[in-house]
């Protein structure tokens, strides 16, 4: 069961009876805009449009978060190294150096 909408309608004074000194009344005119069709349609649009920036994002942290994988691995080989090279009575900047390529 699908609940009908209100319309809106909006009032529009005709500016040049407002105030005139005359003591005329104003002209009004309503404009009313149903709700069905493109409102529905702009409805769904942003809807779709919020969903769609979601999936943008979710994406985007998810590939940020595959690019640093490497990098955290590569971290942790870089302290396996240092350790393994401190274990055999180095010093550590003699073991930064070895592990970073030097000799």
Do not use: H
């Not at 005359?22 to 919020?50: D, T, V």
């Not at 979710?58 to 190294?81: D, G």
Request: hydrophobic share 40%; net charge positive; aromatic share 8%.
């Amino acid at each position: 069961m699908e609940l009908e909408q209100p319309s809106v309608c909006l009032i529009i004074t005709d500016s040049m009876a407002k105030d005139n000194g005359k003591g005329k009344k104003s002209k009004k005119s309503k404009k009313c805009a149903s709700s069905s069709g493109s409102r529905r349609i702009l409805w769904y649009a942003f809807g779709a449009g919020g969903l769609a920036a979601r999936w943008i994002a979710a994406f985007a942290l998810l590939t940020i978060a595959i690019k640093l994988y490497p990098l955290k691995q590569e971290a942790k080989f870089f302290n396996a190294c240092i350790e393994e090279t401190r274990n055999s009575g180095t010093s550590v900047s003699a073991a930064v150096r070895f592990c970073n390529g030097g000799t």
